[in-house]
């Protein structure tokens, strides 16, 4: 087993994430098989129940693990779909711990963090590398280095270096280069204080990755190795890139690869990066644009809605067509008539998921707008449950037609509460979650633009589409063209509308840079067709 540790320091939220994700892009483009860990030192056992104002959106992976946002970005850097085991946590760590105490498994030791805490998590590392089969496993921990929550991870892992011996594990360590004062100097002391930190408690990091605002200078990086210790060629500097998906050949043209091939003592093959230029290359020349309008209820953080934004630039790297996202918070529809005049003007319009009854009329004056407009709309999860209450208040003339969720006295609970979830009280990991199968109508919309008639998508919803009201949206032209196994509705579609589709699952969340999720390329595509934009005739590739 080889491991690869990225440690930050300095400041959170320097993008040890996409440090980490670029890392394993330059091993796999050498042919090199990995996997992903990224610990996170919070005592939540996951981000299910997280405010996104807080951690950013909730990433779902297949198995129905809520993880952090960074799982999303290591999926679509590698390709390659991971595992609840792939998030480890503080509450998982000690829940763990604890559950194996009480069963005995210490055979009435004193627990402690050290030994059964630290190799706790050096069994959760062992784990994921030999369930993975993989060469190499990353770990991202996150946090700081000095943050109390970290430490005994990072014990852990320095115990794990002390047993896996010379060659097996190397530390890269993130940190903070700012530029500072009128003459823009760049300041390396918030970097020496941070290796410091690191070597008090025994790593020595192998590499550093310096971050900031623009390309470090020989001199500066010079000091870095010499007050930090680490060799010349080992400090290598990433400054602020346009695209996260620029960071690999950053990383590449400084000789990352060639590094990590000998800090690990692997084969250093020549890299393979023919399609991940084509897609940079493609989504550099981009030109013309259109117009997307977002409208959701958490705007101010646009981490909230990572997958989608993604998905955009996935879609914009595939067809040469810029995409621009506007912004608009739901709360403020209904406040400011300009803001609708300013969808009517829109090119697209997406409503993705979120909860509760703050914004959710906004959302709703916005798809009126599309589906009487004739704008093409894509409705996810909550989009596509409020699609149905516009309809059937709109349309139907049921004026007090909502969910559940925002009314459970409606007299027309046209989305209602999922059967199972009647009389639960926990709210951690308990909504229908993760991959499940979908089986659309032949030659409908979402079967063309998917090229088969059932697919796998990953969901996070506890309300669903009332069935007694379907028979009234189908009489009046909105038809449901996706159904779960059991009956449950996962797709609507707009009869007469160039472009009105609403899904109950997660489409983002599975979308690539060299695999953009088709329903978004068909949203771009009909924006374009609208504006009267060219757009190649070349279908998109499927997603698996």
């Known amino acids: 087993?080889?491991?690869?540790?990225?440690?930050?320091?300095?400041?959170?939220?320097?993008?040890?994430?996409?440090?980490?994700?670029s890392l394993g892009r330059l091993l796999k483009a050498r042919g090199v098989s990995v996997t992903i860990l990224k610990i996170d030192p919070y005592l939540n056992v996951d981000a299910g129940t997280m405010n996104p104002y807080q951690h950013g959106e909730v990433f779902v992976l297949?198995?129905?693990?809520?993880?952090?946002?960074?799982?999303?970005?290591?999926?679509?850097?590698?390709?390659?779909?991971?595992?609840?085991?792939?998030?480890?946590?503080?509450?998982?760590?000690?829940?763990?711990?604890?559950?194996?105490?009480?069963?005995?498994?210490?055979?009435?030791?004193t627990v402690q963090i050290i030994p059964h805490v630290t190799g706790e998590i050096k069994r959760a590392v062992r784990d994921v590398a030999e369930a993975a089969g993989a060469e190499v496993v990353l770990v991202e921990v996150g946090g700081t280095v000095g943050d109390i929550e970290s430490m005994p991870f990072l014990e852990?892992?320095?115990e794990l270096s002390y047993e896996l011996g010379e060659g097996a594990m190397a530390f890269v360590h993130t940190t903070l280069v700012p530029v500072v004062g009128p003459v823009g100097e760049a300041k390396t002391k918030p970097t020496q204080h941070s290796v410091r930190e690191l070597r008090a408690i025994g790593i020595r990091p192998n590499m550093i990755i310096a971050r900031g605002p623009a390309p470090l200078t020989a001199d500066i990086k010079a000091k870095i190795s010499l007050f930090c210790d680490v060799p010349p060629e080992a400090v290598i500097s990433v400054a602020d890139q346009p695209l996260i998906y620029e960071v690999p050949l950053v990383l590449e043209a400084q000789g990352v690869g060639s590094l990590l091939a000998r800090l690990l003592r692997l084969p250093d093959r020549p890299p393979d990066y023919a399609a991940w230029k084509e897609f940079l290359g493609t989504h550099r020349r981009a030109s013309p644009s259109v117009e997307i309008a977002m409208v959701g209820k958490y705007t101010e953080l646009k981490d909230a809605y990572l997958s989608h934004i993604e998905a955009f630039h996935h879609v914009q790297g595939h067809l040469g067509i810029g995409v621009n996202l506007r912004w608009y918070d739901s709360e403020?529809?209904?406040?400011?008539?300009?803001?609708?005049?300013?969808l009517r003007r829109t090119d697209a319009m997406l409503v993705p998921g979120g909860f509760g009854a703050r914004g959710?009329?906004?959302?709703?004056?916005?798809?009126?707008?599309?589906?009487?407009?004739s704008?093409?709309?894509?409705?996810?999860?909550?989009?596509?449950?409020?699609a149905a209450v516009e309809f059937a208040r709109d349309v139907l003339g049921l004026s007090a037609a909502t969910s559940t969720e925002i009314d459970p006295a409606t007299p027309d609970p046209v989305v209602s509460l999922l059967e199972e979830q009647k009389g639960r009280?926990?709210?951690?990991?308990?909504?229908?979650?993760?991959?499940q199968r979908v089986n659309l109508v032949p030659d409908s919309l979402v079967a063309r633009l998917y090229g088969r008639t059932e697919i796998w998508e990953r969901h996070r919803h506890r309300y669903e589409l009332n069935p007694a009201y379907l028979e009234r949206f189908r009489a009046r032209g909105l038809a449901v063209t996706g159904s779960a196994?059991?009956?449950?509705?996962?797709?609507?579609?707009?009869?007469?509308?160039?472009?009105?589709?609403?899904?109950q699952f997660h489409p983002e969340f599975l979308s690539r840079p060299e695999a953009p999720h088709p329903l978004y390329v068909a949203l771009v595509r009909a924006a374009a067709a609208k504006k009267e934009v060219a757009a190649p005739a070349a279908p998109p590739p499927a997603v698996a």
Request: with cysteine; glycine share 16%; aromatic share 6%.
């Open 156 to 158: 852990a892992l320095r």
């Open 485 to 503: 196994v059991d009956g449950r509705v996962e797709a609507i579609e707009l009869a007469g509308h160039p472009f009105f589709l609403g899904v």
């Open 375 to 386: 704008i093409p709309y894509l409705g996810i999860c909550y989009g596509f449950q409020m």
């Open 62 to 109: 297949d198995d129905g693990t809520e993880a952090d946002l960074d799982l999303g970005n290591y999926e679509r850097f590698l390709g390659q779909s991971l595992s609840g085991s792939h998030n480890l946590t503080t509450g998982k760590i000690y829940r763990s711990v604890i559950e194996k105490k009480r069963r005995g498994d210490y055979l009435g030791n």
């Open 332 to 342: 403020d529809i209904p406040k400011n008539p300009t803001l609708e005049a300013r």
């Open 1 to 21: 087993m080889k491991v690869l540790v990225v440690s930050g320091g300095v400041i959170s939220g320097l993008g040890k994430g996409i440090t980490t994700s």
């Open 425 to 435: 009280e926990n709210l951690g990991g308990t909504m229908r979650l993760g991959a």
């Open 360 to 373: 959710v009329e906004g959302k709703i004056r916005a798809i009126g707008i599309a589906r009487a407009e």
